[in-house]
């Protein structure tokens, strides 16, 4: 049987408010989003630790 990986997940939120919407899509995904100082381009926002995983 065949097994793949999701190596990325990139979602597109066009808001004024992306670190709300960082901790939204974290907490959905059982990630959290790096503190807003830790960024180094204000524009993504990465999750730390590893996505739910799906049985």
Known sequence: MHKS??????????????????????????SEPESQEGQIDQRYIRLNGRLMRHR
């Open 5 to 30: 990986r999701l190596g990325a997940l990139i979602v597109d939120c066009q808001s004024e408010n992306l670190f709300g919407h960082a901790e939204f899509w974290g907490a959905a995904l059982g």
